[in-house]
């Protein structure tokens, strides 16, 4: 069955066979540590009806096998073939099991593929479950569109704090053995933090404080939990989470929800020489990589202009905007307690033992308008900043690589946002007062691509004809005059006529619209007479800069 060079009716045909003869025992053989494989080559190759008759005789066997080691195989690879009504009537017998399949190695991972392939509302009723024995009991209760706990228990009167001790219950034993990785329990996690109390969501925190948080962050509420964690856990937590990145910030870095994490710790963590040793350094090695990357730039642009709303989704702002409620209200006794240990709490060598929950300023009021990252730390955020972007060298490196591969960067999708950040100085110009003297080579290495000559034969596209690029330089014209001055001397002076069509057009115009009179000073004698001729068209809605 398994020969690559044999023909498909062949193999029909000896499969065909196999399951005529394995019918009426086909449970007893897919349960067989040797037989199973031989019966998961049968279902991989089968017709849709063979499958189906297979299925048919697994079905008041599905329990059983959820819990088994060698017939899980078996068990997902039907669920991957099954239609909507076979679906469930897999996830039907699971109820009332949900809860002791999680706390199982093999069971976990058969809930987890059928919470993945569910619909909504599947979804929902394995969850509900794990919430309370009302939602366990009552099929009809757990058949509802709210999909927050919160809305939940609202809706049905639920006691909240029967509910709480609920999901204690069932997520302890999970935790304890250390079943994290399925996307189900991270729901769980984070709906129960949404109605945990201060001792249970601090509980909580101190145990994903670690290496055990490093398996979550891959999925979007996985991520959640991180971010939480980061925000909310005491300096000494705090210090665990970085340490258990170690040697994965690389890869993390490369995930959506990971750099999210990253992104959070740069922006949170005080003990910046402990992120700059570990988070920071790690990133270093693969600058250009995480710089063309979609989601490996992300931690360097949050450092570059935090919480900047062109970088992350509004999904992934409300992310980093995220608090627990019950860990936001702390008394003033607290307050000052963290605030005269904050020397200690930030010392790498000398951590508190105790275990102060810190203070997430969060309003769950806030419009979404001006929705902002949480700042869990107590270091004033341009400190943390600057000692994380520019005294660790993170901003000279980058800076650095910017201008020796420029004309790739221009030409990114993801690379010129970087480069566009870095070129300005960041946000409030962090990096003009240390490193003027790279931001003028990088501006002069833009400058030098932007002044190479137009090739009519050539494949590639100038950068100022480009769509991409020379939106980029259009924009740095417009926001940081020093460029603007740069680039006009190195490459558009006396040239401006040849590039007054097409997308270049945007970039000489920006010259005209700049705020700065000096820019607009330098272009309006070789630009005016080309308005005049008709060459040079402005965008609608500017009218040439007459004034200065």
């Known amino acids: 069955m398994r020969q690559r060079n044999i023909a498909k009716e062949e193999r029909s045909k000896i499969i065909t066979e196999a399951i005529q003869k394995m019918k009426g025992k086909i449970p ?73 399949l999680l706390r199982h190695t093999v069971g976990s991972v058969v809930i987890e593929h059928a919470y993945q392939l569910g619909n909504a509302t599947k979804k929902q009723e394995l969850l509900m479950e794990l919430y309370s024995t009302e939602l366990q009991l ?86 959640r939990i991180g971010i939480l964690c980061v925000k909310h856990g005491s300096a000494k937590e705090r210090k665990k989470i970085v340490k258990g990145l170690k040697g994965t910030v690389g890869k993390t870095a490369h995930f959506q929800y990971g750099s999210l994490v990253l992104a959070c710790i740069v922006s949170t963590v005080d003990d910046t020489k402990l992120v700059a040793k570990t988070v920071i350094r790690e ?70 033992s ?39 060298g993170l901003a000279k490196n980058l800076i650095d690589m910017c201008s020796e591969n420029a004309e790739e960067l221009l030409r990114s999708n993801f690379g010129k946002e970087v480069l566009y950040e870095a070129a300005t100085g960041g946000s409030g110009g962090i990096l003009q007062q240390t490193l003027g003297d790279e931001l003028n080579a990088l501006h002069e290495a833009i400058a030098s691509v932007a002044a190479e000559s137009k090739s009519e034969g050539s494949e590639k596209e100038h950068v100022l004809e480009n769509f991409h690029s020379s939106r980029t330089i259009r924009k740095l ?26 997308h270049s057009s945007k970039v000489i115009c920006a010259f005209l619209e700049s705020s700065d009179a000096m820019v607009s000073k330098l272009a309006k004698e070789e630009l005016q007479p080309l308005i005049n001729r008709g060459i040079l068209k402005l965008p609608e809605k500017k009218q040439p800069a007459n004034e200065g």
């Open 138 to 223: 009552f099929k009809d209760l757990a058949s509802m569109k709210e999909s927050r706990l919160v809305d939940v228990i609202s809706k049905l009167n639920l006691q909240k704090g029967s509910v709480s001790r609920y999901m204690a219950s069932v997520i302890q034993p999970i935790l304890e053995k250390g079943i994290v990785d399925h996307t189900i329990i991270h729901k769980v996690l984070i709906e129960y933090l949404s109605i945990a109390d201060k001792t249970s969501a601090a509980e909580i925190i101190q145990q994903f404080s670690g290496p055990l948080l490093v398996r979550m962050i891959h999925t979007r509420d996985g991520s």
């Open 477 to 502: 014209v417009l926001d940081n005059p020093a460029f603007a001055a740069t680039l006009w001397k190195k490459a558009l002076s006396g040239k401006c006529e040849q590039w007054a069509q097409g």
């Open 28 to 100: 007893e053989i897919a349960s067989s540590h040797v037989s199973s494989r031989v019966l998961q080559t049968c279902v991989k190759y089968c017709s849709q009806t063979e499958r189906d008759a297979v299925f048919d005789e697994l079905k008041p066997h599905f329990l059983t096998f959820a819990s088994n080691k060698y017939a899980i195989h078996l068990v997902t690879k039907m669920l991957d073939n099954a239609s909507k009504k076979q679906l469930a009537e897999f996830i039907s017998p699971l109820r009332g099991h949900v809860a002791s």
């Open 354 to 392: 105790g275990r102060d929950v810190t203070m997430a300023e969060a309003d769950g009021s806030a419009s979404s308008e001006t929705l902002q990252l949480v700042e869990g730390g107590k270091k004033d955020p341009s400190i943390r900043r600057q000692e994380l972007l520019v005294g660790s």
């Open 283 to 352: 990133l270093q090695t693969i600058l250009k990589e995480l710089v063309l990357d979609k989601n490996g730039r992300r931690p360097l642009l949050q450092l570059l202009n935090p919480n900047c709303t062109r970088y992350f989704s509004p999904d992934e702002m409300a992310s980093l905007s995220l608090s627990i409620s019950s860990l936001n209200a702390m008394g003033e006794l607290e307050v000052n307690r963290e605030t005269k240990s904050l020397k200690d709490e930030e010392s790498s060598d000398k951590d508190n």
